[in-house]
C-alpha cells in the first residue's frame, strides 16, 4: 500500500503531517493521473487520504481502517468496482462509498446505488465538485449518531446487534439482524433479492432464494404486530422496500 505521499506505507506507521481528528478518506482510483492529482486535493483540504489501485487492496483496507468515506472508481484492473462495494458492505453496512464512475448510464447508477453506494460522481468532475460532495456527506454523517439505524417507530443499533420497536427490545436472529440493518441503510428504497442474498449471505450466492424469502417473513411477524400492513414492502420481481414508517 502507498500513502499520500506515494511512500511505502507500513501499518505501524503514522502521518504526522495530518491534523487531528482528520476525516479518513479511501480513495480507489487505478488511474495515476486521476489518483495523484485526487490526492494532492484531498490531503491539501485536510484529508487524511489513502489511495489503493486495486479492488482487492481496496477492499481490504476499507475494512480494516474503516475510513469516514470512501472514493471508489468502479473501472478498476482485478474487480468490478460494484463487487468491491458489496463486498466492504458485507463486512460493514455502514461504510460509506461514494461512486465514482465512466459509465453515466442510468442502470449502472441504479446499480451503484443498490450495491450500497450513497452518491455517485460521473468522470470527467471537477475537483471542487466532488469536494463539494464528499464535504456533503460528511456533514450528513456528523448529524446522526454512527451505529444507529432509525425508521420512525424503529430503532437499530449496530455496534450492539440490539433492535427496538416503539422502545420495547425485540430479539433478533443473526441474519434477521443483518437483512433488517441492510433493509434500514436504504430505507424507503427498493433493494433487490440479489443484493440482498449477496450482502447478507453470501457474495457468491446462486442457490434458492427461500432462505431470503423466510427472513423476511420472520422480520414481519417480529416488525408489524396488529398492523394490517406490513413494513416491509414487496416489490414484486425485484426485492424488498423498508417503508418510513
Ligand atoms: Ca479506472
Known amino acids: 500500500m502507498l500513502d499520500a505521499a506515494g511512500e511505502s ?14 476525516k479518513q478518506v479511501l480513495l480507489v482510483e487505478d488511474d495515476e493521473r486521476i489518483g495523484s492529482s485526487l490526492v494532492r ?33 468502479l473501472g478498476l484492473p482485478d474487480m468490478d468496482g460494484l463487487d468491491v462495494c458489496r463486498r466492504i458492505h ?36 471537477k475537483l471542487a465538485e466532488l469536494l463539494a460532495r464528499v464535504r456533503a456527506q460528511l456533514r450528513r454523517q456528523g448529524s446522526r449518531d454512527p451505529g444507529v439505524l432509525d425508521a420512525g417507530s424503529l430503532r437499530l443499533e449496530v455496534p450492539s446487534r440490539r433492535v427496538w420497536l416503539h ?25 433487490t433479492r440479489e443484493a440482498l442474498m449477496s450482502e447478507v449471505w453470501d457474495e457468491n450466492w446462486f442457490g434458492s432464494t427461500k432462505t431470503l424469502d423466510f427472513h423476511i ?10 398492523d394490517d400492513e406490513s413494513r416491509i414492502t414487496t416489490v414484486r420481481g425485484v426485492g424488498y422496500r423498508l417503508e418510513r414508517g
Open 9 to 22: 506505507y507500513g501499518g505501524a506507521t503514522t502521518r504526522t503531517d495530518v491534523p487531528m481528528n482528520a
Open 167 to 191: 422502545g420495547e427490545e425485540l430479539s433478533m436472529r443473526a441474519k434477521e439482524f443483518d437483512l433488517l440493518a441492510r433493509l434500514m441503510l436504504s430505507l424507503g428504497e427498493v433493494v
Open 90 to 125: 458485507a463486512a460493514n453496512p455502514l461504510l460509506e462509498v461514494i461512486m465514482l464512475t465512466a459509465r453515466d448510464e442510468e442502470l449502472d447508477i441504479v446499480v451503484g446505488l443498490d450495491a450500497g453506494a450513497v452518491d455517485y460522481i460521473t468522470k470527467p468532475f
Open 217 to 226: 417473513a420472520a422480520l414481519r411477524r417480529k416488525l408489524d404486530g396488529s
Open 41 to 73: 486535493a484531498l490531503t491539501g483540504n485536510d484529508f487524511d487520504v489513502r489511495w489503493e489501485r486495486t479492488g482487492h487492496e481496496a477492499a481490504a483496507t476499507a475494512i480494516s481502517w474503516e475510513p469516514d468515506l470512501i472514493l471508489l472508481d
